[in-house]
Structures are given as structure tokens and as C-alpha cells.
């Protein structure tokens, strides 16, 4: 059983996915105004569902003002289908989107291959590109200096680094870290990928490269 949040201002949909995550054994709060509720509060939550489009705070200010006080997959709700507003949002910090209208099933499945990726056992760390991996707590190191990538970045250059000198296809990452059932799509990827660069650039590694044509890989 997972702790969920959801933020919407419609109550249906709240409506909706209490009733559906409930079912699953999950404990969920439902907000409808985000003002109303302290921003503290997040971190007592093991996975954030967050609509775009709200009155008085949006989705994107929301999440940049949570995300530094919270280390829990983030999933925009979204009726937009507009590239750069969901590549906005992954740059801000969330980990996926949901395209409203959606259905219980597909709602269940993201959540469920979300909070799988969360208790995956890790238990040992390894060294490459000057950068240290804690397999463990699924934090990435250069020196002592932490480096704040986001769940789904880490994955990402986890899966690369360990793979280091492979090349893969965009599909084939999508596939790797979020799983066949996902309904998020390669520009996600690539999105991603340029924020493990701009965020690994500050401290002059520069380990993943584009093969043009293919996908990226881990030198």
C-alpha cells in the first residue's frame, strides 16, 4: 500500500482516482485548491498525482516549489497534448504524464509501474565516469557532491552507465525504465536526457553521447 496525493480541480476526476487507487489498497487524499494545503505535507507521500491546468497555482509552479522538498515520482495530469508543455513539465521535475481523458486501467498501471520502480531492492554501488551510483538509495555522486536528478533521470543514466558502451535506441530506453506498459513516448527520452546533461555539465562530466541515427550511449 502506497501513500497518494492528488491535486485536481475537478472533483470529479479526484472522485475518480480515489475510487480506482483505493481499490488497490492504496491510501489517497484527494485536494481540489493546492492553496489550501500546506506544501510541507507533500513529503509524507510516496507518489504525486498533479493536475496542469488550476486556478490560482498551475501544475508547473506547484511542482517547482514541491519538487525541491520531495524525492517521490511526480505524474502530471494533463489535458494538454502540445509537445512543449509536457516537456516543460519533465524538465521542471515530474517523472510522467497522463493525458486526460484517462481510464482506470491505464491510471492504475502508470501508478503501479511507478511505485514498482520505487521498492526495486538495490544493494551495492559502483564507479564509472568519475560519478558514484548508490544502487541503494538510488542516488547519483561526483566526489562528495550529490548530484539532484530526479527518479526518472537517475534511472535513466543508471541504465546507460551500467551499460556502458552500448548503444541504445530511444524505444529501448523507454522500454528499460519504464516498462512495456507505458503510455509516455520518446520525446520524454530525449527531454530527460538533456536535463542529466545540463545537471552533469556543472560538474564538467559529459559521459552520454548522441550516435546519430541510433539512440545514446554511456562512454
Not at 6 to 32: C, F, M, N, P, W
Not at 119 to 147: M, P, T, W
Request: hydrophobic residues 40%; negative net charge.
Amino acid at each position: 500500500m502506497a501513500n497518494i496525493i492528488a491535486v485536481d480541480d475537478e472533483q470529479g476526476i479526484l472522485d475518480l482516482i480515489k475510487t480506482a487507487l483505493s481499490r488497490e489498497g492504496h491510501y489517497v487524499v484527494t485536494v481540489k485548491d493546492p492553496r489550501s494545503f500546506d506544501v510541507s505535507g507533500y513529503s509524507r507521500f510516496d507518489l504525486i498525482l498533479l493536475d496542469v491546468m488550476m486556478p490560482g497555482i498551475d501544475g508547473f509552479e506547484l511542482c517547482r516549489t514541491i519538487r525541491e522538498l520531495v524525492d517521490c515520482p511526480i505524474l502530471f495530469l494533463t489535458a494538454k497534448t502540445m509537445e512543449e508543455d509536457i516537456m516543460r513539465g519533465l524538465a521542471i521535475g515530474a517523472d510522467d504524464y497522463i493525458k486526460k481523458p484517462f481510464g482506470i486501467g491505464e491510471l492504475r498501471s502508470r501508478v503501479a509501474a511507478h511505485l514498482r520502480r520505487e521498492q526495486r531492492e538495490r544493494h551495492n554501488s559502483f564507479v564509472i565516469s568519475g560519478l558514484k551510483f548508490d544502487l541503494s538509495a538510488k542516488e547519483l555522486y561526483y566526489g562528495n557532491e550529490g548530484i539532484n536528478f530526479t527518479k526518472s533521470e537517475y534511472e535513466i543514466s543508471e541504465f546507460l552507465a551500467i551499460n556502458h558502451g552500448q548503444v541504445f535506441s530511444k524505444d529501448r530506453i523507454l522500454e528499460a525504465v519504464f516498462g512495456y506498459d507505458t503510455e509516455s513516448d520518446c520525446s520524454a527520452i530525449v527531454e530527460h536526457i538533456k536535463n542529466i546533461r545540463a545537471k552533469l555539465s556543472k560538474v564538467n562530466c559529459n559521459p552520454i553521447i548522441t550516435v546519430w541515427g541510433i539512440g545514446y550511449k554511456w562512454i
